[in-house]
């Protein structure tokens, strides 16, 4: 089945800074990627999400990119608030019955302000 | 309301007992999902319905079981608890159909095996 790795496992950055997640992928025909946030306490909330048809996806401060080629894509936050600190989860899936989701390990993000 | 709900959100078990754990959601989601996540470690998918039809994955095919009377419910059941359950259990549901389905998560019910 699907692996997908995640790093870093902890990232610390300083208000205003940018911060990146990176993600790889090992099944070519999975075809949807999307970013869930976990803040502590609370339910995963997906935040963004890029489909195999794109290569770059920007919503406000976030930003995604794919590189099919390299089977690889990043989470790109940039000017980091306190508010961005959380959990943060990469998946993949392919599009099909079930829709299933092959998440990453996770990345424990901590905005210092 | 696009609340996916779980009950309890904190169950005790003790070794060898079985534990139900609910989920419930009203979106007319086609498609629910159980996954069990542990600390510093993925969620990871244990099994799913689409519509009426379960889905088990290979390697939980014979620790977990489930059903899901109607479209609104599925429950996770464990036979016979060990003390490798414990762990956060998370439900999820999404509408399929064709589309890149977004996965809408409860709260998780929080298991701890004595």
């Known amino acids: 089945g699907e692996q997908v790795e995640q790093l870093p496992s902890i990232l610390r950055v300083q208000e205003g800074s940018s911060a990146s997640i990176n993600c790889s992928y090992e099944d070519s025909a999975s075809n949807y990627f999307p970013w869930y946030k976990q803040e502590p306490g609370e339910n995963p909330k997906l935040i963004i999400d890029i489909r195999s048809n794109m290569e770059r996806k920007q919503i406000q401060e976030l930003i995604v990119l794919l590189d099919k080629k390299a089977k690889r894509f990043s989470l790109h936050i940039t000017d980091t608030q306190p508010g961005d600190s959380a959990m943060y989860f990469c998946?993949?899936?392919?599009?099909?019955?079930?829709?299933?989701?092959?998440f990453g390990g996770g990345t424990r993000l901590t905005v210092r302000p | 309301d696009t609340t996916v709900k779980q009950n309890p959100r904190y169950k005790l078990a003790r070794v060898g007992k079985p534990v139900n754990l609910i989920c419930s959601q009203t979106?007319?989601?086609?498609?629910m999902y159980w996954y069990q996540k542990k600390p510093n470690q993925a969620p990871k998918l244990l099994l799913f319905?689409?519509?009426?039809?379960?889905?088990r994955e290979a390697d939980t095919f014979e620790k977990f079981q489930s059903s899901r009377p109607n479209n609104s419910f599925c429950s996770l059941y464990i036979g016979s608890a060990g003390l490798e359950y414990s762990a956060m259990y998370l439900c999820?549901?999404?509408?399929?159909?064709?589309?890149?389905?977004?996965?809408?998560f409860g709260p998780g019910t929080r298991l701890t095996v004595l």
């Open positions: 998946a993949a899936s392919v599009n099909n019955a079930g829709a299933k989701l092959t």
């Open positions: 979106m007319n989601h086609d498609t």
């Open positions: 999820a549901s999404s509408r399929l159909g064709g589309n890149y389905a977004e996965q809408f």
């Open positions: 319905y689409y519509d009426k039809i379960l889905n």
